[in-house]
């Protein structure tokens, strides 16, 4: 069996690494647009808290409810600084995720690389085996045409 041959299971087995890879790439950058939707959202339930919040204050409003609007608004906030933090994971692991693509990428790009090169010189040689072959047909008929 020639040499690029025998690399094709090889090179197969990196593209699938490779596919894997950029799956688990795509699976991390729709993670984290969820999770930016998901900020989104706080962001604007508590914006329309606030207002609903103003909009009570102003026709008057008891001590306790005022409170309750504050502690609410507390634990939105909390709740956004929480997601922001998630959002700066899901970040760290789609880096992780196209470093492991990227250098998977890498490796296909190379084995591919090898066995055109490979495919290359063996197409060489089989020319220039070819090529003695008929040149060795031409002696021979030139020979036996002038024994005769």
Request: with cysteine; charged share 30%.
């Amino acid at each position: 069996m020639v040499r690029s041959k025998r690399l094709k299971p090889i090179q197969e087995m990196a593209q699938n690494k490779e596919k894997a890879a950029a799956k688990e790439m795509g699976e991390s950058l729709h993670n984290r647009q969820l999770q930016e939707q998901k900020l989104e959202q706080l962001k604007t339930y508590r914006q329309e808290y606030l207002f609903e919040m103003e909009q009570q204050t102003k026709i008057g409003v008891s001590g306790s409810r005022l409170q309750q609007y504050h502690q609410f608004l507390a634990k939105l906030d909390l709740a956004i600084s929480q997601q922001k933090e998630t959002i700066e994971r899901c970040n760290q692991q789609l880096d992780a995720s196209k470093g492991r693509w990227t250098n998977q990428r890498n490796k296909t790009k190379t084995i591919t690389q090898v066995m055109q090169k490979l495919q290359h010189k063996e197409m060489q040689n089989q020319n220039k085996k070819e090529a003695n072959r008929i040149d060795e047909m031409s002696t021979q008929a030139f020979i036996r045409q002038h024994a005769k």
